[in-house]
């Protein structure tokens, strides 16, 4: 309950502070909130936007734990008028004492090639509860995050760039097309709607934060069914390091709109390749839903 009573401290506190109904918080895949994507909408005027998400299982990147950790997250962000743009976002997984296991700070901007052509540049701070074991991204301190859009109307691509380093670096290339379908009914009246956003995504990268998630968590191997041959010398293969494909996914988000917030609940399918080292990952069905409020 203490922490339900938390994420809605931090969800209300920004109530006293005027909005557009859009937001534009950067977005990747490293990211775990649950959020519609709405990143490709610059904001003509200030705002300030939040919203609090519930998650079947923690994923990086394509990655997951040996088990699920089930999780809630919150994330507020706070967009100017000019593009520019400074977010907080906190993580709690389920069943564990942290109070929070997660709790990022950043800043970026948004703008136009074209008006077609958009994109958003940012970079964030990650700070992690060291009981935070679960956490499969801590190996990385820092990201460095480049998104691209191309809007054709009948299809949306998106070319996301992801730098991070800290106890390793990583880059990451995703790459999604998705399909808008917007109700051209109404549920309870004229001024709600229903969206549906089916995605197709692609996610290429190296993965050297997948040793030194395990070697600097070596204490929980026998608890998360993970070998390596000598948890105190870590090792770093060559192939961790390499640029390969990681993931595939399809995700159909479904959600019911009103002019000051939205409701989404999400099916996500994942299929991870090219598994290198320490965790065992496989064909995955991941649930999520997401609450989200923009204050005028």
């Not at 991870?272 to 320490?278: Q, R």
Request: hydrophobic residues 35%.
């Amino acid at each position: 309950m203490k922490y339900f009573c938390l994420l809605i401290a931090l969800f209300t506190c920004n109530a006293l502070y005027a909005a557009p109904a859009k937001l534009c918080p950067p977005s990747s895949e490293f990211t775990l909130t649950a959020k519609p994507d709405t990143t490709d909408t610059i904001v003509k005027k200030a705002s300030i936007s939040a919203g609090v998400s519930y998650g079947s299982d923690v994923q990086f990147f394509g990655r997951t734990g040996p088990i699920k950790y089930p999780y809630v997250s919150s994330d507020v962000i706070y967009n100017t008028k000019n593009g520019f743009l400074l977010y907080t976002y906190g993580l709690k997984i389920l069943g564990y004492n942290p109070l929070f296991d997660e709790i990022d700070f950043g800043g970026g901007y948004l703008f136009h090639y074209s008006k077609r052509f958009t994109g958003t540049i940012s970079y964030t701070h990650f700070f992690f509860n060291r009981d935070a074991a679960q956490v499969i991204k801590s190996a990385s301190s820092n990201d460095i995050n480049w998104k691209n859009t191309f809007d054709l109307k009948f299809l949306k691509f998106n070319a996301i760039g992801d730098y991070l380093f800290g106890d390793e670096n990583d880059i990451f290339v995703t790459v999604n097309a998705t399909k808008h379908f917007e109700s051209k009914f109404s549920v309870f009246n004229d001024k709600d709607y229903l969206t549906l956003d089916p995605t197709v995504s692609a996610i290429m990268g190296t993965q050297n934060f997948v040793q030194r998630y395990a070697t600097d968590h070596a204490y929980r191997l026998d608890i998360d069914d993970i070998y390596v041959d000598n948890p105190t010398e870590p090792k770093f293969s060559q192939d961790n390091s390499q640029f390969n494909m990681l993931n595939y996914s399809i995700k159909i988000p479904i959600a019911y709109n009103r002019p000051h917030y939205t409701l989404e609940f999400a099916y996500k399918y994942s299929i991870p390749v090219n598994v290198e080292g320490l965790l065992k990952n496989h064909h995955e069905s991941f649930y999520s839903l997401t609450f989200f409020y923009v204050f005028y």
